[in-house]
């Protein structure tokens, strides 16, 4: 168990939906990172998010957005869903954000 | 941009043996790497990492070893046991950079 957590472990929804994932970082930590694994393209990096603050972007689509709130868990807003957005999406946390990266167990996101 | 891959998708090792991953990465300014493992249905786990400033860094049953010359980075496993059996990602991070960079993957399989 990293400690990370993430919220819900499993989401079905249709095309054109908006969905929001949840995450809670390792106690102590204050950077969070958010990633999508999908078969075809392993895992990419989207966005990190340290103390409240964006830090670093990744390929993140427009229709996608992200928050830290100030008891640092943070939520991604997937939005306008499209069937190729079904992917398990991933949250890691470090303590400042040049260190190790812990992941969370992931949300699998199915779009239909 | 630049990207960091594995040379091998697959590799099967009896019980017992020794494992090796390798991974080639691409971008010299790179200062920092590290190894996941990840079973089915749950996010990548820590397993080593090491500092550019390091040719060799040992954990328990695991060794990481980082050729700068070549820049090539790979991951030993001692006495590789069934539970070792998972996908294996390497990822490097660029000097001042926040976000890392993953390879595609290793699919580890111990045969009993």
């Known amino acids: 168990d990293s400690g990370v957590t993430q919220t819900p472990k499993h989401l079905i929804t249709a095309t054109g939906q908006r969905v929001t994932l949840r995450c809670s970082p390792r106690?102590?930590?204050?950077?969070v990172y958010w990633y999508q694994q999908s078969l075809d393209q392993g895992l990419q990096f989207l966005i990190q998010?340290?103390?409240?603050?964006?830090?670093a972007k990744g390929n993140i689509l427009e229709r996608f957005s992200a928050q830290q709130f100030p008891d640092l868990h943070s939520e991604l807003n997937l939005s306008s869903l499209e069937l190729g957005d079904s992917a398990l999406y991933f949250c890691?946390?470090?303590?400042?954000?040049?260190?190790?990266?812990?992941f969370g167990p992931g949300t699998r996101l199915l779009v239909l | 941009g630049e990207s960091v891959g594995l040379h091998l998708p697959t590799l099967s090792v009896q019980e017992g043996d020794n494992s090796i991953i390798n991974c080639a990465y691409s971008?010299?300014?790179?200062?920092?790497f590290i190894w996941y493992k990840q079973e089915s249905g749950k996010g990548p786990q820590f397993i080593i990492d090491?500092?550019?400033?390091?040719d060799k860094r040992q954990g328990q049953r695991v060794t990481v070893l980082l050729n700068k010359t070549v820049k090539h980075l790979s991951l030993q496993i001692a006495a590789t046991q069934p539970g070792d059996s998972a996908v294996y990602f390497c990822?490097?991070?660029?000097?001042?950079?926040?976000?890392?960079?993953f390879g595609k993957g290793t699919k580890l399989s111990v045969i009993p």
């Open positions: 890691a946390s470090s303590v400042e954000g040049v260190e190790t990266q812990y």
């Open positions: 106690s102590g930590d204050l950077s």
């Open positions: 998010y340290y103390n409240g603050e964006e830090r």
């Open positions: 971008n010299s300014a790179s200062d920092y």
């Open positions: 090491i500092r550019s400033n390091m």
């Open positions: 990822a490097e991070r660029g000097a001042g950079s926040y976000q890392l960079t």
